[in-house]
């Protein structure tokens, strides 16, 4: 402990055990019980404004404890303020509210009384979706990144495992699938052009066709995903510029 350190803390000190005489590891017991709490706080403050991860939270207590949590899902669903676009964040919460919509029905016996089996398995099949839509494009990302520094830096080494999930057959195979059978075959189509764009970085109507589809489904998106395509598109233009 430096000499200023220790000045600051007996001037402290008298302020919390007056009349006391100063001892050390009480100011450091008190230093550290602030401490947590100031992380502590940090956590309430980061979730107050979070209205999905709140909602999960909730969800996954009220579940543990055997308590229905249909009300608060209901609320939830309702409440048209959360819907502020696609991004993985959206993809990864729907997930979990998913599996708490089956765990309510399974676990309160809905499912069963109602013999109403397959709409069980529809909220899975949700569940799953959001859950890949989120694994998806975090994927693409990473596989993307690579990409990116590779061409930039004439890389020999590859993340084999990226590569392995990110394989163009893949790509193509979940595109196809997912522009015929869901709403959210849009995430899949910018992606597959992205990742496109930067495997064959020479042919700038990749990037073209790349531009045409985040302007085509900016307005779907939420901001920090529409961020991200944008700044995807400033990073290829300035790799060009700079070849």
């Known amino acids: 402990m430096t000499e200023l350190t220790k000045r600051k803390k007996m001037i402290f000190y008298p302020l919390i055990y007056a009349g ?8 450091r017991f008190l230093y550290s019980k602030l401490n947590k709490s100031y ?8 979730i107050r404004n979070k209205p999905f991860e709140k909602t999960n939270y909730l969800l996954s207590s009220l579940l543990y404890r055997n308590i229905s949590g249909q009300y608060e899902l209901n609320e939830f669903e309702n409440n048209t303020k959360f819907k502020t676009g696609a991004d993985y964040l959206y993809f990864l919460n729907m997930h979990f509210l998913e599996s708490h919509r089956f765990n309510i029905h399974f676990t309160s016996g809905r499912l069963l009384r109602s013999g109403d089996i ?4 529809d909220i899975l099949e949700k569940s799953a979706k959001h859950l890949f839509l989120f694994y998806f494009s975090q994927i693409c990302l990473y596989y993307n990144t690579s990409l990116i520094l590779k061409h930039r830096y004439s890389l020999d080494k590859e993340p084999m495992l990226i590569n392995f999930l990110a394989a163009e057959t893949a790509f193509k195979n ?3 699938v997912m522009n ?3 709403e959210y075959h849009f995430i899949t189509e910018l992606y597959f052009n992205l990742i496109t764009m930067n495997k064959n970085p ?5 990037y073209y066709k790349y531009k045409n589809t985040v302007n085509k489904y900016a307005s779907r998106l939420s901001p920090d995903e529409r961020s991200v ?3 995807n598109l400033f990073s290829y233009c300035s790799g060009r510029a700079t070849r």
């Not at 992380?39 to 980061?46: G, T, V």
């Not at 397959?118 to 398995?121: I, Q």
């Not at 020479?202 to 990749?206: C, F, I, Q, T």
Request: charged share 35%.
């Open 180 to 182: 015929k059978i869901d």
């Open 174 to 176: 979940i595109y196809d």
């Open 118 to 121: 397959s709409s069980g398995l």
């Open 202 to 206: 020479e042919e700038n109507s990749y």
């Open 229 to 231: 395509h944008i700044s």
């Open 20 to 27: 006391k005489k100063y001892t050390d590891s009480k100011i």
């Open 39 to 46: 992380k502590e706080f940090l956590i309430q403050e980061n």
